[in-house]
């Protein structure tokens, strides 16, 4: 899926690889646009305890547990 962005300096174009079907990708662009109520319901799933385990056989981890990342200098 491309989008191009027409502007007054010229013209953009961003690519994303996606496994969408032509006609997933035209009710995608039909849709109705996202409001607040769609990010808050959003917020609070991805939140939730457990979200994770809905889409893996895996335990979900926990947001309390401590983030062990690290973060690397640019």
């Not at 300096?9 to 646009?33: A, F, P, R």
């Not at 409001?35 to 939730?48: G, R």
């Not at 889409?55 to 547990?65: G, L, V, Y």
Request: some cysteine; proline content about 3%; overall charge negative.
């Amino acid at each position: 899926m491309a989008v191009l962005n027409m502007q007054d300096v010229g013209v953009s174009c961003v690519g994303i690889m996606t496994d969408l079907s032509k006609e997933d990708t035209g009710l995608l662009l039909d849709g109705s646009e996202v409001n607040i109520d769609d990010v808050l319901m959003t917020h609070e799933s991805l939140s939730s305890d457990g979200f994770l385990s809905h889409f893996s056989d895996r335990p979900s981890i926990s947001t309390t547990e401590k983030d062990t990342s690290k973060t690397l200098p640019i």
